[in-house]
């Protein structure tokens, strides 16, 4: 149905307080269907008041990305409701999505070489093609793209897939694929999701099971603390119902449910924050539905109780606040920070692997106290197969620097001056299996740089994660996988105060002489909440280096790396891990992953 202008003004004023000079569709590419976008009548919404501001440019916004201001970024982008047909979009968000890019390789005519390699032609086929294994076919949102559009989406994530062999998983790839189709041509919309996929200081789309799992669950432990009275509700009326069944489809109630006009919004700031913009969303959504289901028949626990899922998706499509509203909600909500966001992640990931484990029979190794349970001759065939970095040999040595070799057998020829080859055959399996892909480097050791904590700094600090070993003047060996910078003892918070402890759940303490032992974080043994005492990780200033706390720092080191002591702590539940508590470094060593 034809939009007339008048009428088009008057909707877009009631969605964004904006009125509209231009024609619907200018902003869109051109195997967008236009005639399926309409504007929301949305019911109980009070009037806009006021003038509106004017909006920002692209060019306002391009600038201030050159000069690095993200969160001045962040707030335009939150604030300002461009209108569905926006022009600005077809800059914006390429340019949103190439902060992310990592691949430099990525020059003019490097999309069409890979649709050419994939495919033996450039040429657009008539034909269905087959789509990857990741894709979930049920999941296939072309909203309002064209058969041509549709086919350019297949396409994309085919190269895609040709391109990044690691994504296994993806259910949310071709939607957004759909959406950056709208507002750009195919190559740019590829360069977008290559930003997307290997963006690694933010998370933006899930490419394995675990991950999508992972994050489902983080939503609902959340949801949890953030929307109780919602769950509570849910909980009541479906007694039966596990809530489990509900969140596994929590990014189809934005992604399929909400309005075509709500999504553009959200994704205007989700490509320069990430998917905690999305878990904000769904927050929302949650207690939106709780509402109306306390005052709205429709939503009645008769309706609802048997298929709660579908009723949020059918919610989320009349929903009855508008994109800024809905917006300005997801980001009022306090307490939601992406630290505290990525403790959740990292905790429930932890809980997954060690179940699986469990459940698969595998004797990994979590808090092992003799020598009857190191890597049988089989588990060390295991961990070759899984890593290419187990050969480590001394190489040409440049200043402060031993070269790293990739090899077929293990892990003989280690010049460590801490630890022998058995025990690194131990310590390499209790690594993050990600992390054995990478190649390992010694990145400080007083042995050639001396014992000085601003050196070890210099060295060590921008590096993630990083392996500490020490031997004492009494040859114990010990030490911990820290799996944040060190350069985050600087950070500060939003009061402008620095942070006393830093680290995630993924860090670990270990004992290899005279005991061998692994003293994982305590909080991958239950769902419990263990208090702030469990999650002190690492703590570092001038004067000292911190790792564990909680009635007692399990290994610090002075300021000159030469004493140090080493107490029981309830973030790690280990004993002190040497006999005596206090000790002197004969030789500490740390290691870093290249390529992390």
Request: glycine residues 6%; aromatic residues 10%; proline residues 5%.
């Amino acid at each position: 149905m034809p939009y007339h202008r008048a009428d088009t003004s008057a909707q877009a004023d009631k969605l964004s307080g904006i009125v509209e000079e231009s024609d619907l569709y200018e902003g869109f590419a051109p195997h967008v269907e236009t005639s399926e976008i309409k504007t929301l009548d949305f019911y109980n919404l009070p009037k806009q008041t006021g003038k509106e501001p004017a909006l920002r440019s692209f060019t306002e916004i391009q600038q201030l990305l050159q000069q690095n201001k993200k969160r001045d970024v962040k707030n335009i982008l939150r604030e300002n409701s461009w209108p569905i047909n926006s022009p600005i979009r077809s800059q914006l968000w390429p340019a949103l999505c190439a902060q992310h890019l990592t691949k430099q390789n990525m020059l003019d005519g490097f999309y069409w070489e890979m649709v050419h390699q994939v495919f033996g032609t450039t040429e657009l086929s008539e034909k269905p093609i087959m789509l990857p294994a990741f894709v979930d076919a049920t999941h296939c949102l072309p909203y309002h793209l064209t058969s041509t559009g549709r086919a350019v989406a297949d396409r994309i994530v085919n190269v895609l897939g040709y391109d990044c062999p690691d994504i296994t998983y993806s259910p949310v790839l071709y939607p957004i694929t759909s959406l950056l189709l709208h507002f750009m041509s195919e190559e740019e919309a590829y360069l977008c999701l290559a930003g997307l996929v290997g963006s690694k200081e933010k998370t933006f789309i899930n490419q394995t099971k675990l991950q999508h799992e992972v994050t489902w669950k983080t939503v609902m432990q959340i949801a949890k603390k953030h929307t109780k009275s919602a769950i509570a509700y849910f909980q009541r009326i479906c007694p039966g119902q596990k809530l489990e069944r509900v969140f596994m489809d929590w990014c189809w109630w934005i992604l399929a449910g909400l309005p075509f006009q709500h999504l553009v919004r959200i994704m205007d700031c989700y490509f320069h924050e990430g998917i905690k913009v999305l878990y904000r969303v769904a927050l929302v959504i949650l207690n939106l539905f709780h509402k109306e289901c306390q005052s709205n028949n429709e939503w009645s626990p008769d309706n609802i109780k048997n298929d709660i899922g579908n009723a949020l998706i059918k919610f989320c499509k009349k929903i009855p606040v508008s994109p800024a509203k809905l917006l300005h909600a997801a980001f009022s909500i306090r307490g939601l920070s992406t630290q505290y966001i990525s403790r959740i992640f990292i905790k429930t990931e932890m809980l997954l692997k060690s179940r699986s484990a469990l459940n698969s029979g595998s004797k990994q190794l979590i808090k092992s106290r003799s020598s009857d349970n190191l890597p049988t001759s089989q588990s060390q065939v295991n961990i070759q197969m899984m890593s290419h970095t187990l050969t480590i040999r001394e190489g040409e040595k440049s200043p402060g620097h031993r070269a790293i070799a990739m090899g077929v057998y293990p892990i003989h020829n280690l010049k460590s001056q801490v630890c022998k080859n058995e025990d690194l055959f131990t310590l390499w399996s209790w690594l993050p299996v990600r992390i054995t892909m990478y190649q390992p480097v010694l990145l400080y050791t007083t042995e050639e740089h001396g014992c000085s904590l601003t050196t070890f700094y210099v060295r060590v600090e921008q590096h993630e994660p990083t392996l500490l070993m020490i031997k004492t003047c009494n040859n114990e060996v010990f030490g911990a996988y820290c799996s944040s910078r060190w350069l985050e003892r600087n950070v500060k918070d939003d009061k402008g105060q620095r942070q006393a402890y830093f680290g995630t759940g993924e860090t670990f303490l270990f004992s290899l002489y005279p005991e061998r032992a692994k003293y994982p974080w305590v909080g991958i043994e239950g769902d419990r909440d263990l208090g702030h005492s469990s999650e002190l990780f690492m703590a570092a200033d001038s004067k000292m280096i911190t790792i564990g706390g909680g009635e007692g720092q399990a290994i610090w080191m002075d300021e000159n790396i030469r004493f140090g002591k080493t107490d029981a702590c309830k973030t790690f539940n280990n004993p002190p891990l040497c006999p005596s508590g206090d000790f002197e470094i004969r030789v500490l060593e740390v290691y870093g992953f290249v390529g992390v």
